[in-house]
């Protein structure tokens, strides 16, 4: 697959159920959905044929309280320097620019608006 800056590359759900929401997108969105070992607990794979579509897991610590939700991840060619033009527009950084073995560089912030996004630059 062609990397494209400015595509939503990947989405993930956060959820305090992750299994169920597994069984449940399993059956509704037509999804094969796997669980994978990422290392932070219970992480799902949603497939349609060989292509990965989504990803869901439960909520991250100390968000425990936050109502489930989609997060988008953009395609981008320097997440860092995403992350600080962000901020110096007037978004939040809730999670610095960090690395995804295999995966790609990756930040989370909210935007001046107060809706979550998510940039990436993935590996290779």
Request: aromatic fraction near 10%; hydrophobic fraction near 45%; glycine fraction near 12%.
């Amino acid at each position: 697959m062609t990397f494209i800056p400015g595509t939503i590359l990947w989405t993930e759900l956060m959820t305090s159920d992750p299994h169920a929401a597994a069984a449940y997108y399993n059956r509704t969105a037509g999804w094969t959905v796997e669980e994978v070992d990422m290392g932070t607990g219970p992480y799902h794979v949603a497939r349609i044929g060989d292509t990965m579509v989504a990803g869901i897991m439960g909520m991250p610590e100390g968000m425990e309280d936050v109502d489930p939700y989609w997060l988008s991840y953009i395609g981008v060619k320097d997440v860092d320097a995403v992350a600080a033009e962000a901020e110096a527009a007037g978004a939040t950084i809730i999670q610095p620019p960090f690395e995804v073995s295999g995966v790609g560089r990756m930040t989370i912030l909210k935007d001046p608006f107060g809706a979550q996004i998510a940039y990436m630059t993935p590996s290779g």
